[in-house]
């Protein structure tokens, strides 16, 4: 299953500048809190973008001309009735997300993570044959799954996982 495109969200900065962030507000995936158009470009540059995705991005900030960072499901074959109730329309390879890359910018890491939850996901596909994990299934990969992974997929060389993560720079004008 391939993409044309990615689906990007323009937000308007409180003083008017346009910035890409999927979210409304911040505080998902910055240490901030608020509205996006509540908050003026300098607040925003402020923030701490990376430390949600991985310690070792923590300090990255929204920079113009900086980065577009896609965190996507990976292995269209483990698509299933929990996609779709997340909200997720299809799961990407590397090949076709790195595809999907905006014209002309650089691709800067094009990485599988969640080594540990591949596993159970393929599991629960596979051997268990359920679309839809049970709330214990779910309490334990948030609870042990996740951290697991941090710790092993480094040492796979990212070459493993249940997500695959982009991220691209624009190019400088």
Known sequence: MGAGG???????????????????????TTDGTGAVNDLTWDQLSRLDAGSWLDPKWAGERIVPGGRLIVLSPAHPWLYSAFDAAVGHVRRYTRASLEA??????TCERLDHLDAAGLLASASNRLLLRRSLPTPSQL????????????RIDARLGYRLGKSVLAVWRKPVD
Do not use: K, N, Y
Not at 14 to 19: I, K
Not at 100 to 105: R, V
């Open 139 to 150: 309490a334990f990969w948030d609870g042990v799954l996740v951290r697991v992974s941090r």
């Open 100 to 105: 999907a890359a905006p014209a002309g910018w």
């Open 6 to 28: 990615i689906e990007t969200d323009v937000q308007r900065t409180a003083d008017g500048v346009l910035v890409l962030i999927h979210d409304a507000t911040v505080d998902r």
